[in-house]
T-cell receptor, first 114, second 108 residues
Framework: NAGVTQTPKFQVLKTGQSMTLQCAQD?????MYWYRQDPGMGLRLIYY???????DKGEVPNGYNVSRLNKREFSLRLESAAPSQTSVYFC?????????????FGSGTRLTVV | SQQGEEDPQALSIQEGENATMNCSYK?????LQWYRQNSGRGLVHLIL?????REKHSGRLRVTLDTSKKSSSLLITASRAADTASYFC????????FGAGTTVTVRA
C-alpha cells in the first residue's frame, strides 16, 4: 500500500546515545516533515523539507538534525539523546505548496530516552 | 505560527449522537484541514476546506469555516464506536501547525 513508512516503531535509548529515525514515502510527494507529539501538546514541527535538496527548521529543532537523502527519504537524527526527547515522532509527506491537499502520516516511532 | 486550537479538549457522547468540535486560529489562512488520530496510530487526513468555502461534507462529516471569526467546526453525525479518536485541526500552507486536539469518546 502506498504511504509513509517509519522505522523503527519503538526505541529505547540511554542519555547521550545517538540514533537515526528513518522515513520513506512512495507517493512521489515533494515535501516531507518530522513532528513530535507529546501528551497535551499536539504535534510540533521539528524540521521540514519543502522539496528535495532543501531542509528548514520548524518550531522545535534543537537537538535534532535531518537529511533529505532523495525525494523518497527523509531521516531525523538525534546526536546526543536527552530525556526531554522522549516522545512519539511522526514523519509526514505532502505535495508542495499552499494548495497541498493533505498530509500523509507514518505510524510513528515511540522513543524513550532513559 | 498559524496554530489551530480545538475546543473542547474532550467530548463523551452516546453512540448515534452527533459530535461537534471547534477550531480557532489566529491569522489569515488559505485552507484548514481536519485529521483523526486513533490511539497509538498516525494522523489520518479527513477533510480540507479552502478559505473561499463555507461548508463541506464528506460522508458523515460536515465542516464549516467562518473566516471572519477565524473559526471552523467539525460535525460527526450518527457517531459510532469507531469514531472514538482524537481530532485535530491544522492550518495552511506547506508546513501545517496543529492544535492539541479534541479527544472524542463514543459510548456504546
Amino acid at each position: 500500500n502506498a504511504g509513509v513508512t517509519q522505522t523503527p516503531k519503538f526505541q529505547v535509548l540511554k542519555t547521550g546515545q545517538s540514533m537515526t529515525l528513518q522515513c520513506a514515502q512512495d507517493m512521489n510527494h515533494n515535501s516531507m516533515y518530522w513532528y513530535r507529539q507529546d501528551p497535551g501538546m499536539g504535534l510540533r514541527l521539528i524540521y521540514y523539507s519543502a522539496s528535495e535538496g532543501t531542509t528548514d527548521k520548524g518550531e522545535v529543532p534543537n537537538g535534532y538534525n535531518v537529511s533529505r537523502l532523495n525525494k523518497r527519504e527523509f531521516s531525523l537524527r538525534l546526536e546526543s539523546a536527552a530525556p526531554s526527547q522522549t516522545s512519539v515522532y511522526f514523519c509526514a509527506s505532502s505535495e508542495y505548496g499552499l494548495l497541498a491537499y493533505g498530509y500523509t502520516f507514518g505510524s510513528g516511532t515511540r522513543l524513550t530516552v532513559v | 505560527s498559524q496554530q489551530g486550537e480545538e475546543d473542547p479538549q474532550a467530548l463523551s457522547i452516546q453512540e448515534g449522537e452527533n459530535a461537534t468540535m471547534n477550531c480557532s486560529y489566529k491569522t489569515s489562512i488559505n485552507n484548514l484541514q481536519w485529521y483523526r488520530q486513533n490511539s497509538g496510530r498516525g494522523l489520518v487526513h479527513l477533510i480540507l476546506i479552502r478559505s473561499n468555502e463555507r461548508e463541506k461534507h464528506s460522508g458523515r462529516l460536515r465542516v464549516t469555516l467562518d473566516t471572519s471569526k477565524k473559526s471552523s467546526s467539525l460535525l460527526i453525525t450518527a457517531s459510532r464506536a469507531a469514531d472514538t479518536a482524537s481530532y485535530f485541526c491544522a492550518t495552511d500552507g506547506y508546513k501545517l501547525s496543529f492544535g492539541a486536539g479534541t479527544t472524542v469518546t463514543v459510548r456504546a
